[in-house]
Antibody, heavy 121, light 108 residues
Framework: EVQLVQSGTEVKKPGESLKISCKASGYSFTNYWIGWVRQMPGKGLEWMTMIYPGDADTRYNPSFEGQVTISADKSISTAYLQWSSLQVSDTAMYYC??????????????WGQGTLVTVSS | EIVLTQSPGTLSLSPGEGATLSCRASQSVSGNYLAWYQQKPGQTPRLLIYGASSRATGIPDRFSGSGSGTDFTLTISRLEPEDFAVYYCQQYGTSPRTFGQGTKVEIK
């Protein structure tokens, strides 16, 4: 059974750094893209970024490039999303999602439970 | 980037009725790489349809997807109580992947 278990709720101040995690199990971690999707309070879904743990290849939505960094540790089947300096506007639920391949194109299929990040002074 | 516009914003229907949700793209979706997701309040999104018309594993056959190019449709043939939720379309053929703003299907 595919499972993605994310780290817990975070409450941070503007300017602080943060790294959230997503531990995968039930499939071969190095053979699937895994990524992150943002959902701001009461809003829709926004695709942010993904990484292929097998070779650390990454893709970013230009709207998020430079704002966040995705990484993965294949020895522990865990993906990460990090910020060096949080802003109030980063307040959101962040979902990790395994990406399946359909005709070579990656799309989210299995999702983690979400990590709520609140940034407030 | 490709902008996906979903309509209507809210659909008020009764259990047993059919639902038709629309997703229109600002430009042609490459390869018809269009997916639909369901999200219930406080829950994780669930993949329903990919490739515009292929059902994901375990998805009931009352859910069907159709369309090509810039116009796509999700049809729910007979609404069950558990189908009342928000539905999102997503294109994954062109970078960056983008989602529509969602259609809420609510109980009338």
């Amino acid at each position: 059974e595919v499972q993605l278990v994310q780290s817990g709720t975070e409450v941070k101040k503007p300017g602080e750094s943060l790294k959230i995690s997503c531990k995968a199990s039930g499939y071969s971690f190095t053979n699937y893209w895994i990524g992150w999707v943002r959902q701001m309070p009461g809003k829709g879904l926004e695709w942010m970024t993904m990484i292929y743990p097998g070779d650390a290849d990454t893709r970013y939505n230009p709207s998020f490039e430079g704002q966040v960094t995705i990484s993965a540790d294949k020895s522990i089947s865990t993906a990460y999303l990090q910020w060096s300096s949080l802003q109030v506007s980063d307040t959101a639920m962040y979902y990790c999602a395994r990406h399946m391949l359909h005709e070579g194109m990656a799309l989210p299929d299995y999702w983690g439970q979400g990590t709520l990040v609140t940034v407030s002074s | 980037e490709i902008v996906l516009t979903q309509s209507p914003g809210t659909l008020s229907l009764s259990p047993g009725e059919g639902a038709t949700l629309s997703c229109r793209a600002s430009q042609s979706v490459s390869g018809n790489y269009l997916a639909w997701y369901q999200q219930k309040p406080g829950q994780t999104p669930r993949l329903l349809i990919y490739g515009a018309s292929s059902r994901a594993t375990g998805i009931p056959d009352r859910f069907s997807g159709s369309g090509s190019g810039t116009d796509f449709t999700l049809t729910i043939s007979r609404l069950e109580p558990e189908d009342f939720a928000v539905y999102y379309c997503q294109q994954y053929g062109t970078s960056p992947r983008t989602f529509g703003q969602g259609t809420k299907v609510e109980i009338k």
